[in-house]
Every structure is written in C-alpha cells, then in structure tokens.
C-alpha cells in the first residue's frame, strides 16, 4: 500500500486544518514504525555528582542578591496549564458510572471527606446541589460535580478548579493562587508582575473571562499591575495515534485520531516569551498562602542562583569573544564548566590550542540556561535526573522519564531504580545570550528523546507520540544546574484525593465531619 492511500481528501484537509502537512504525519508514522528511542543511562545525579547542595549562608547570599537585582530584569512566571482536570477526578468518574465507590463504608467516607474539600461550598449555594448532597444521592451527587448540567468539573481545565479555601469563606482556584504567588516575588521596580498561563484552545475563553475577573483583586492586594499572556497549544504540534501495527486510528466518526504531543509541544509556547528570567511550575504545584512563606525563600534562592550563574556565565562569554586569555585563564574557565555546570567535553580539551580551545569553551557556553529544582525521591510519579551517556561519548546531566528507559537492557531499569531525587518541575530558565538575543531553543532539543506511549482511550487500544519532553529532551542541551530543594515545596494536585493534604486543608476544614 502506498503511504498517500492512507489519507483520503477528508483526511488531507482534516491534516491541514491542524497546521500540519503530509510530510508532517508521515515523520511521525516512521517515528512509530522506528520504534522507541532509549537514553543511556550512567547514574543517578546526586549530590556532589550533578546535584548542588546549597548551605544556610549560601542561600542567605542568593536570596539578597535576587532582592537587591531581579527587579532590574524582565521576569516572568511561565505555568503550563493545558490540561482539563478529567484525570483529577478520574476515581470519581469511574464511581459515577457505577452508581457508587464500591460499599456504604466508602460511599461515607466521600461524603464526610467532600465537606472538607473547597469548592464543597459551591454544592451548598446550589439547591440542586445541596439537596442531593442531603440525600447522600452518590451517582446523582457525582453528576452534578462532574457533568455540564452541574458544576461541570470533568471538563473544566484544572486551573479553574477551586482548590484551598480560606477562613475569610473566600475560595482560590489554582490559577489564582499562581496569581498570588507571583504578587510575592515576580515584580519589576516599575510595579508589574509578568505570567504566562498556557491553556487548552476549549478553553482559553473562560480562562481569560476568569483571568478579567480576578485579576484586580490581586493587583489591589499586592500593589502591582499584572501583565498576563495566555497561550494555546499549537494544534500543529499534535501528533497522529495509530493502532498496534502503526496504522491510523479513527475515531467513531470516521475522523484521524490526532492527540497532543505532550508538554514538550510548549516548547514553542517557550520560545515566544521575550523575558531575562523565567520560572516554571506546574499549575497543580500550589499550596495555601501559610504554607507559600515556607517555599518562597527557594523560589528566591533559585533566582539568585539563576542570576549569579548567568552573571558569570556571560563574563566569561564576553572574555572568550576577545579571545585574549592565556593558557591559565583558559584552565580557570575549564574548572569552572565541569565545577558549575557538570560540562563533559568530548575530546581532552586540555591537549587543544588555545585557539581551538576557545572555540569549545564559546560553543559550551554560549546556551540557554536552566536552574532545576530537585526533592528526595517519596515514589510520585516522574522523571529524574541522571547522567546519561551521549552519542559523542561524552555525559550530561538530564531529566528522565521512565518511558525513556530501556527495560530490555537490565542494567538500565537497576540504574533508575536507584535515583534518589526527582524533577518537581520548578526551575528558572535563562533564554538570552550574553548580547541580550533572545537562542531559539528549538536548536537544543535532543529531537529523538520522544516518548511512544501505550494508552486505552474508551476502550480502545492505542500507541500516542509524545514529542520530546519540556524539561527531559526538549531542554536536552541546554547548560543545566541541579540544586536539592526540601519536599516541602512539592505539593501537587494530581488526584482530587490531593486537596485533603494538609497543604491543601486550614485547620477548619481539617475537623469538618
């Protein structure tokens, strides 16, 4: 069979509505039929091999220097939010089909732990609501909170799911405590506060309405005027699923299956941002206003950490482009690359002239940089950091995804069973070069570091594509730091079972039964 006779004219145009060509889907049907594509894992990083440790005082310096001088920089908070909140409450989808959670003691059990849960108090203001809340109805109570006659949760994306409630009554969503959070420490000395919320093209309406009307509430508590942008994720960046044998799949209507590629498909969204320092953090990763003094001291830190790097990163940059360094100066900055930046060059570059020498250390250097917080392991699901062996022979520090791992090779599966720390996704991410121009970050992805990954969609077997991850292969060359942060800045959402952490929970709710 010809590749052509595979699409139909529907097809075609189906194909080019989404942005994307013939050519386009037929890279990603090789990409099936090649198969997986696996990193070569070395070790863990840990500390002292990939990991930074930074001390009391040093954290003290970092967050000065991040107080004294950030507000000289464009900053801005980057928080990708795409994703409808359906697998938060995939648990209470599944009790909804079945009319109950299994057994009275469970079904109780809901009921109690639903009074503590934030947006409980949308259900009370609701007669509807409320009366099937009083008639312990669970199927009916279910459908209310999940489906579109009611609350409508199941499609709603997470960020507008109220998530902490406070004892003033008042509630916050996610994407409203990410508000609050960058009141604290994203401003300039002009007074603005600059985050990017990436959204799911359904619903960038109702995030923007939302975003209309909260924001003054913000603006007036913190004094700063937010400058919000709000991105989609490209359609020209889904990716075709196909069956077992690497064939199309449709769907019930005769359509191609077209899915997103993943967070590594808001590389683009990255690339558009114009900003000095950028922090990145899951919309679902928020805690209560308590709990934020605790966390924003590494937010700082990081910062700090971000901005002294880069600091001596374009010095350096800078000294290279006069190429007027001797042979000591030369060794100095090859200390520096392997000592900061965990750089291994692919030749004894100790052995090079000084030339040629230069020209290395320019091309090692001159690259977008990233500061990546890392917590100790507790079993979430993930990627890590670890050393991986590269084409050229050489190592670099990277975030790994378990479906990268190779589990034909045993030794591999051994390797990451020992990772001790894992990507919490909260980083600072340096964009420009040492002359203020903005890389295109599409010139440091690893393009094979994507993922092939087995799903079951309405009872349908299916292998999806993920285009190569944000902060795994999408960031793959990218200069990279890992600094050990406490657990306790790593508080995510992924489940609604979540909010009943303490994190989530004031001392009111607590003792709610």
Not at 63 to 85: H, M, R
Not at 145 to 155: A, E, V, Y
């Amino acid at each position: 069979m010809k590749k052509m006779n595979l699409f139909s004219k529907n097809d075609i145009r189906q194909i080019k509505a989404l942005g994307l060509s013939l050519r386009d889907v037929d890279k990603q049907l090789n990409t099936y039929r090649r198969g997986s594509v696996f990193s070569d894992l070395n070790r863990p990083c840990t500390v002292k091999d990939g990991i930074v440790s930074v001390t009391p005082a040093q954290k003290k310096k970092l967050i000065a220097l991040y107080e004294n001088d950030a507000g000289k920089y464009k900053l801005l908070k980057f928080v990708p939010a795409s994703g409808a909140a359906s697998r938060m409450f995939a648990e209470w989808f599944s009790a909804c089909e079945k009319g109950s959670f299994g057994s009275p003691e469970l079904d109780r059990l809901f009921l109690q732990n639903l009074r503590k849960l934030a947006f409980f108090i949308l259900i009370e203001q609701d007669r509807r609501g409320k009366k099937i809340f009083d008639q312990k109805d669970i199927k009916n109570l279910l459908e209310f909170i999940l489906l579109p006659d009611g609350l409508n949760f199941g499609q709603l994306p997470k960020a507008l799911i109220p998530f902490h409630q406070y004892s003033s009554g008042d509630t916050r969503t996610a994407l409203e405590e990410h508000l609050y959070e960058a009141g604290k420490y994203i401003r300039s000395t002009a007074g603005q506060s600059f985050v990017h919320f990436t959204a799911a093209a359904e619903h960038k309406a109702d995030t923007a309405k939302y975003l209309k009307a909260v924001l003054k509430k913000y603006e007036n508590l913190f004094d700063v005027k937010y400058k919000i942008n709000l991105s989609i994720q490209s359609p020209a960046s889904n990716t075709i699923a196909v069956d077992e044998n690497n064939l199309p799949l449709r769907d019930d209507k005769g359509r191609l299956l077209f899915r997103p590629g993943g967070h590594g498909a808001l590389l683009k969204n990255l690339n558009n941002i114009d900003a000095d320092f950028i922090f990145v953090k899951n919309v679902d990763n928020v805690v209560l206003e308590k709990h934020l003094e605790k966390i924003l001291p590494y937010k700082k830190m990081l910062g700090g950490l971000a901005l002294q790097t880069q600091k001596e990163i374009f010095a350096i940059l800078n000294k290279l482009e006069k190429r007027e360094l001797n042979v000591a100066q030369m060794g100095k900055i090859i200390a520096y690359c392997s000592r900061t930046l965990n750089i291994i060059f692919p030749i004894d570059i100790s052995q090079q002239s000084n030339k040629r020498k230069n020209q290395i250390l320019f091309s090692f250097l001159n690259r977008p940089l990233r500061i990546c917080g890392v917590v100790k392991n507790e079993g979430e699901p993930g990627g890590s950091p670890f050393w991986v062996e590269e084409n050229d022979g050489t190592q670099r520090p990277q975030i790994v995804e378990i479906g990268q791992v190779d589990k034909d090779k045993p030794e591999q599966p051994a390797i990451w069973s020992r990772a001790k720390y894992f990507n919490p996704v909260d980083m600072v991410c340096c964009i420009k070069n040492y002359r203020g121009e903005k890389f295109n970050l599409d010139n440091y992805v690893n393009k094979d570091a994507y993922l092939i990954t087995s799903k079951n969609e309405r009872g349908q077997r299916l292998k999806a594509l993920e285009v190569p991850g944000l902060w795994n292969g999408g960031m793959a060359y990218w200069n990279t730091v890992f600094v050990e942060l406490p657990l306790g800045v790593f508080n995510p959402v992924k489940n609604v079972r979540d909010l009943l952490r303490p994190e989530h929970l004031t001392r009111k709710q607590h003792t709610k039964t």
